[in-house]
């Protein structure tokens, strides 16, 4: 029993399959009876059963084509037009309540084609100049020419023509020579009333009312039966010609409330329309044009752009709204897809949103009357030629209005074409796969395939020229065509392919690299790749030299230009490298905290088996470190303190300097870990003042497989991890000299690409600089921290002085472990984050906890991404 | 210094004179014996005079390891070779193109006292760039050419306006410094030297004014049009 049923008051309305027509008035009636009394015949209209009024467009196109073909265009004011089954846009032209034509575009010629019946040749048949095509009646023979196809000796042009046969006429169609004659009828002149709309108008106006106080009835009803749990009320507006029918509806009913989703995709007219309708503009969530990079244009049966576009940002928007009751203008004659949908209906997706289809059973032709009688202003993209509005690129949209949109919105449609053709390229396809729309499908249906068959077109391998390819940047293309952006920051996102399709919350285990890095990489296996520091050759030469270059890159992005700079596999390699070239042993005290990253740790736990002492200082309550602790804890002993920079839990910011002049003054030598830091703040080594610094190439940026440490200069040099190939200066029976540059400690061949990828991501830091970096972190790390905040059962751990603070933030949420919250978010909003102890085992058992969930930011992060977060992490606590 | 002579000692003047090999984008380029100081310099100087690079943008990196210098352009797999006829260090698959050459347009004038200064306080073998205000830039070398070289190098490095500059040099005016200063747009080169005939011509025809035989008392203008001399 559906919802309707319940309610006892009435049947469901019935899907209409014919049009009737009053003959009296000559106008087309929403019910079977004309206001002037009269019964109106009952004109078939085949599946999906929608028709719609002609409109400007229309009217101008079927009057410019009658013309074309038979000198003339006797056409009615009022002419409706059915859709029916093609390969494009295909249309029964309805006219004086006969079928007299279809109307069809051809997505391989790119015309319009209007193919007229019988029906037609009453009123046409008098005012026709051409387009007739004579057979001669052989009256001995008295051949029957109906449905047969007849060679004639005529000049008229090739398709829909009118058949003179002895003394009755017909339709067929001309081709190479002959005539396939559809049927013969006698014709006697007819002339037919010719009113306007209004008149169409005045004599339904009995029914428009029905319509709309049924449907305001409806709302009302609704409205009031969810009133408890669903005290939102509010009309979901496309700025299409059904949403402003509901609107006005919906008004009329008390309904105050109307949201647009924007998805950036929209046509300038709707955004102007809908700006003045007095509704909430929801700015657009995805970027489309980096996210078609990735996923190739959506199609049909690949609508991928929906959840971008429309389904993300309509849960971040009721995420503010809260359960809602949203009234909207689907209806059964859209498509066969809607055909059957109910009164209300539940989106899976949005349960926050109970939809409300108060105009299902309305057709187009009710919807133009209804917006007509009230006089309610509607998109002037109808009256253009228009049939659908919404994203302007949709694979629903019809070849027809995409051709439409060529002359319309030239510079849109050259934008789409470029992307379409670099897809067809890409794949191989031939150029019907944008001259055709084949794009639309990713499996072509049934009839397109036909279509191909016909045409001789099939996807072909086209020849390439592979080095063109390849030499070409990767995504440069993306550059030309995205949209302009508020912020550098916003701008950058197109510069990572990975974002277009889902939200990266886990910089802080390894950042995103953006196309340069990858480029300067892909250069490098191209065009000279070869060993550093071996050969004469050129190749090896350039190799060598942007090698060496990235590091003196990196020296001077962290200030240690006085200092060596080794690059090693990651900061773990880094740090220890620091650990067992010190030559520590029996009696030596190390300090380390409660803060440390596995990989800060464990190198000196190592060394507990040599009788080297290590003690782990505590962190605050207010996850910060214990200066005093610290302080207390350096003895004569002590021969190094090493700490992390910022935590890679808490995100807490460590006081670095304050800890080097505790070194200085204890002569300790200090080590920061600069992981977390050096990504995401201003760092200056000297300032500083320690004498080991290391930190990780892949969470800046860089490729994977990169880390740094800088030594000091004045620093004793330490044992090299490996010594081999590349790090003497001389090598005999008698002995060996180690290099005393970076090369001492970078044995063998080194990860070449990987430090010229760190190299090209310092640049690209730097372009931004770092102080601009902390700053757009910031206020993310702020806005989620707050928001998390206000969630109950949501437990973050965090210093509540936010600028001791970067942007690591680590919570979570009672009744969940960790990895049920990451998994969620992965799966039901494409959202990657971080889950466990995050190697910081010590960290959470003094906390009492298995671990956390860790959001991690950076530059390319943006408010999106964290209302993003906020409502998922919303949503899974409402589910419990 | 001597203490009793009160002149310099010999050994004190003697110049060091090292080689430096230069490679461009991986590739040998030249090796020129120079003085050791300013390779830095001479290298860049050369590359712009050589239309090797046109900005100090088109250097990427430059790493100087003894005695190698080793430049990589930003798009090292493109190359322009467009080199003149020198009389000085190893450029001897150019050729001199007079069409190519671009006439002094600048209208820059140095007062008699600065010519007279530039030149007199010069070492020998040395070259220098001064404007109006005073000496920008000064070097000794094993050669005038390189000298001049290192002092472009310096100016390109420093951005310096070539066009309100003027050369001065303390040896012999030929060819390749006139080519220099042309390309670099330089109005004025002064020598203690008397310059060679082609130089002359040359530098009539491109309105570069040379002034020569620079002495406490006296100068010689050779070239008669845009005398960038003023009172």
Request: with cysteine; glycine share 8%; charged share 20%.
């Amino acid at each position: 029993m559906n919802d309707t049923q319940k309610r006892g008051i009435k049947q469901e309305p019935q899907i209409k399959k014919v049009l009737y027509w009053c003959e009296e008035c000559n106008i087309p009636l929403i019910a079977k009876t004309c206001s002037c009394k009269t019964q109106g015949i009952s004109i078939p209209i085949p599946e999906p059963h929608e028709i719609r009024p002609a409109l400007a467009f229309d009217h101008a196109l079927i009057t410019r084509l009658c013309e074309e073909r038979f000198g003339t265009s006797p056409l009615a004011h009022i002419i409706l037009l059915a859709k029916i089954g093609g390969v494009d846009r295909t249309e029964a032209v309805i006219m004086n309540g006969r079928r007299c034509a279809i109307l069809a575009f051809d997505p391989v010629s790119r015309e319009y084609t209007l193919s007229i019946n019988v029906e037609a040749l009453p009123f046409l048949l008098p005012h026709a100049t051409r387009g007739i095509v004579t057979i001669q009646k052989d009256h001995e023979k008295k051949r029957r020419i109906g449905g047969k196809k007849v060679e004639v000796q005529t000049n008229e042009p090739e398709g829909s023509v009118i058949v003179k046969y002895g003394n009755q006429y017909g339709t067929g169609v001309l081709r190479d020579g002959y005539v396939r004659v559809h049927e013969l009828v006698t014709v006697q002149p007819i002339s037919f009333k010719n009113p306007h709309w209004e008149e169409v108008i005045s004599k339904n106006t009995f029914h428009l009312k029905n319509l709309e106080r049924q449907a305001i009835r409806d709302i009302k009803y609704h409205i009031k039966q969810h009133a408890k749990n669903r005290p939102a009320v509010n009309v979901s507006f496309s700025g299409g010609k059904d949403s402003t029918a509901v609107l006005e509806l919906a008004r009329k009913a008390g309904v105050t409330s109307a949201f647009f989703i924007d998805t950036g995709l929209e046509f300038p007219e709707t955004l102007e329309f809908v700006a003045k309708q007095g509704v909430t503009m929801v700015p657009p969530g995805g970027d489309f044009w980096s996210a078609v990079q990735k996923a190739g244009p959506p199609a049909k049966d690949n609508r991928w752009c929906c959840k971008l576009l429309k389904l993300f940002p309509l849960k971040r928007y009721l995420e503010t709204i809260g359960p809602c009751l949203t009234i909207q203008g689907n209806r059964w004659y859209e498509s066969w897809n809607r055909s059957g949908i109910d009164i209300t209906t539940q989106n899976p997706a949005n349960p926050l949103q109970l939809n409300l289809s108060p105009i299902r059973h309305w057709r187009a032709f009710e919807v133009f009357l209804y917006i007509w009688w009230q006089e309610i202003p509607y998109s002037s993209l109808y009256d253009m030629g228009f049939e659908r509005i919404g994203c302007y690129l949709c694979p629903a949209m019809l070849e027809a209005e995409y051709e439409l949109m060529r002359v319309t919105h030239p510079k849109m449609t050259e934008r789409w074409d470029t992307c379409l053709l670099e897809e067809a390229e890409k794949r191989g396809y031939s150029d019907a796969y944008v001259s055709y729309g084949l794009w639309r499908w990713k499996e072509l249906p049934a009839k397109m395939k036909e279509l191909c068959e016909r045409e001789g077109v099939s996807k072909m391998q086209k020849v390439t020229d592979v080095k063109q390819q390849i030499s070409r940047a990767p995504m440069e293309s993306v550059k030309q065509i995205t949209p302009l952006a508020s912020s550098p920051f916003d701008a950058a996102r197109g510069d990572f392919f990975l974002l277009s399709d889902l939200i990266y919350l886990d910089s802080a285990s390894t950042s995103l690299s953006p196309e340069s890095v990858i480029a300067a990489m892909i250069e490098y296996e191209h065009f000279y790749r070869a060993n550093v520091g071996r050969g004469v050759h050129r190749l090896s030469q350039i190799a060598t030299q942007r090698y060496w270059h990235a590091h003196e890159k990196v020296a001077q992005f962290i200030g240690g230009k006085k200092g060596t700079t080794v690059f090693t596999k990651n900061c773990t390699e880094a740090i220890t490298t620091v650990a067992r070239g010190l030559n520590l042993g029996q009696g030596d005290h190390i300090i380390t905290t409660l803060f440390e990253h596995h990989s800060n740790l464990l190198p000196w736990k190592e060394l507990e088996k040599k009788g080297v002492k290590v003690e782990i200082i505590p962190m605050t309550s207010e996850f910060l470190l214990d200066m005093d602790a610290l302080s207390r804890a350096c003895t004569k002993d002590t021969k190094l303190i090493s700490v992390c920079h910022v935590s890679n839990v808490f995100g807490s910011i460590l006081p670095v300097e304050k800890i080097a002049a505790l070194c200085r003054e204890h002569n300790i030598l200090f080590l920061v870990d600069g992981a977390q830091s050096v990504p995401h703040l201003p760092v200056d080594v000297q300032q500083i003042g320690c004498d080991f610094f290391c930190f990780s190439g892949h969470k800046m940026l860089g490729p994977t497989g990169t880390g740094v440490l800088w030594i000091r200069e004045g620093t004793p040099p330490l044992n090299p991890l490996m010594i081999g190939g590349g790090t003497v200066e001389h090598l005999s029976h008698e002995g060996y000299t180690l290099l005393s540059n970076y090369e001492r400690y970078e044995a063998g061949t080194p990860n070449i690409s990987g430090g010229i990828g760190l190299g090209a991501a310092i640049d690209y830091l730097k372009r931004f600089g770092m102080e601009a970096v902390r700053a757009h972190e910031q206020i993310l790390s702020n806005a989620l921290i707050n928001g998390l905040k206000e969630i109950q059962g949501v437990t973050v751990y965090a210093p509540s002085d936010l600028t001791q603070h970067t942007s690591v933030i680590s919570f979570t949420v009672d009744g969940y472990h960790p990895h049920e919250v990451a998994q969620y978010l992965d799966e039901q909003a494409d959202i990657m984050v971080r889950s466990g102890h995050h190697c910081c085992m010590p960290a959470m058992e003094y906390l009492g906890i298995s671990g956390t969930v860790r959001a991690s930011l950076h530059l390319y992060s943006s408010m999106s991404d964290v209302q993003a977060l906020i409502a998922g992490i919303k949503e899974l606590v409402r589910g419990q | 210094m001597n203490k009793e002579t009160k002149r310099a000692d010999p050994i004190d003047l003697i110049l060091e004179e090292e080689p430096v090999s230069v490679r461009l984008n991986g590739s040998y380029l030249l090796t020129a014996m120079i003085a050791p100081h300013n390779k830095e310099e001479f290298v860049t100087g050369y590359l712009f005079t050589e239309e090797l690079i046109s900005s100090l943008a088109d250097i990427e990196s430059l790493r100087i390891e003894g005695s190698n210098v080793s430049v990589l352009t930003t798009n090292p797999f493109k190359i322009s070779k467009r080199r003149m006829v020198l009389s000085g260090c190893g450029s001897s698959s150019s050729f001199l193109d007079e069409k190519r050459l671009q006439p002094i347009l600048s209208s820059s004038q140095f007062q008699k006292t600065i010519i007279h200064k530039s030149v007199c306080s010069l070492p020998p073998i040395s070259a220098a760039l001064w404007n109006s205000e005073g000496c920008l830039f000064q070097c000794s070398d094993i050669g005038i050419h390189s000298a001049a070289v290192t002092c472009i190098g310096y100016g390109f490095i420093h951005n310096i306006d070539f066009s309100s500059c003027m050369l001065a040099l303390s040896g012999r005016i030929a060819t390749d410094i006139v080519k220099i200063a042309l390309f670099c747009k330089i109005p004025l080169i002064a020598s203690s030297s008397v310059p060679t005939r082609l130089a002359i011509t040359i530098a009539e025809k491109m309105g570069l004014c040379i002034i020569c035989g620079v002495n406490a008392d006296d100068m010689t203008i050779y070239t008669d049009k845009n005398i960038a001399v003023c009172s």
